[in-house]
């Protein structure tokens, strides 16, 4: 049985803080679960929409070269791929310092 919404993810991975874009629905969703509410900032939601279309620009093809094909494949292939390349990225970084 998948968790289904914020509560089915309350009941697998505890309560925490939950961010959002302050669309209308999280604030009560909050209240009801008691569970602390955070809006992020237009400068946080730049921030976070830049990286995201950094890792969607950066892995655009590797969907085209790498589709994961095995039967219940659960994605594992692409999770592995994501924590090389982070670990590349990140080394890259601390190269520069």
């Given at each position: 049985?998948?968790?289904?919404?914020?509560?089915?993810?309350?009941?697998?991975?505890?309560?925490?803080?939950?961010?959002?874009?302050?669309?209308?629905w999280?604030?009560?969703?909050?209240r009801?679960?008691?569970?602390?509410?955070?809006?992020?900032?237009?400068?946080?939601?730049?921030?976070?929409?830049?990286?995201?279309?950094?890792?969607?620009?950066?892995?655009?093809?590797f969907?085209?070269?790498?589709?994961?094909?095995?039967?219940?494949?659960?994605?594992?292939?692409?999770?592995?791929?994501?924590?090389?390349?982070?670990?590349?990225?990140?080394?890259?970084?601390?190269?520069?310092?």
């Open positions: 049985m998948s968790p289904k919404g914020i509560s089915g993810l309350v009941e697998v991975h505890g309560k925490h803080p939950v961010s959002s874009d302050g669309r209308t999280y604030p009560m969703a909050c009801f679960l008691k569970l602390k509410h955070h809006i992020h900032s237009p400068y946080e939601k730049s921030l976070i929409e830049r990286t995201m279309q950094y890792i969607k620009d950066r892995t655009e093809s969907d085209d070269d790498f589709p994961c094909r095995k039967k219940n494949c659960k994605l594992k292939l692409v999770r592995n791929w994501l924590n090389l390349f982070a670990d590349y990225y990140n080394s890259e970084l601390n190269m520069v310092k």
